[in-house]
């Protein structure tokens, strides 16, 4: 149980998500996580809008389910499946940039400034997480995928537009961790 | 019933992204400043052994739990299309630490901050589906 509660290593969860990747072609779908967000937007009554939306998001509703475990897990794995002195232990090497930039060193699993309820009274906060998920549903659906489609399903498929899409997702986040943050904190 | 498993499965994956703490979003930015090696485990590892896995199902013909073939489609090729969609998903992966999986398992996690993310991220899909033909794909 200690081992269960302790972060798990990249060994093990490298393992386990190519577990649930063969979970899902094993029930005859596929893993990609970022189609959720098309499938809200037709049920938000976005098919009115363009055709992009139109279709039957019932065939979805595997994904959807899918979606609403991710939270669940979340849920799950924050309140019982850590120790009460669990802080994500990163590098020092990170948390002294971090702290350049003003974030302290961890004391949560994000930082609380950034996205907890207090987070919310800031509208420049509150720009920052605007901006920054317009950007992955936008980014996301134009490449054709998330992190779950190009990089992990994609790559494992060795097709070159995923690998293409994942040397995007690095110049983006290169350039906004170097070139953006700097300006912005 | 039937589709109960999704829930279960998607539970696992919500567990798994919290415990890997890949959906956390100081490893998202030790990741961008390559001063770990963790989350490039945990990617690395998982495609080490996606690419046999799916070539050994390719080589198979290996069929689902219904008995249906297995498929992978092909992506058609296009330079635009995944290379500006991918440089705009990085920005935002990096400016709000979560890629859409783990920004679900974030909001269920707690962070209230990241039901704007969601929120966000459906307007930004939206926005994308309005302007699909006018961007170069």
Redesign the interface.
Known sequence: MDLILQPWPWYVSGALIAFVMWLLLYFGKSFGFSNNLRTLCTMCGADKFAPFFKFNWKEQSWNLLFLVGAGLGGYIATNYLTTPDYVVAISEATIDDLSVLGFAAPTAYAPASQFGMEALSSWQNILILVTGGFMVGFGARYAGGCTSGHAISGISDLQPASLLAVVGFFIGGLAMTHLIFPLIY | MK???????????????????????????????F?????????????????P??WF?KKNN?K???G?P?V?R??????P?????????????????????P????????????I???????????????L?DK?PH
């Open positions: 589709q109960i498993k999704f829930l279960l499965a998607g539970t696992l994956f919500g567990i798994i992204m919290f415990k890997s703490e890949a959906a956390s979003w100081y490893r998202i930015q030790e990741m961008f400043r001063q770990d090696f963790h989350m490039y485990g945990i990617i690395g590892l998982a495609v080490a052994i996606g690419v896995m799916v199902m290996a689902d739990s219904s249906a297995i992978f092909p992506k058609a090729w296009s330079i299309r995944y290379l500006f969609g991918g440089i705009i998903f990085g920005l935002g992966w990096a400016l709000s630490g979560a890629c859409p999986g920004i679900v398992v974030n909001i269920g996690a707690g962070f209230a901050g990241y704007v993310v969601l929120v966000a991220a459906m307007f930004g899909t939206f926005l994308y589906g309005v699909r961007l």
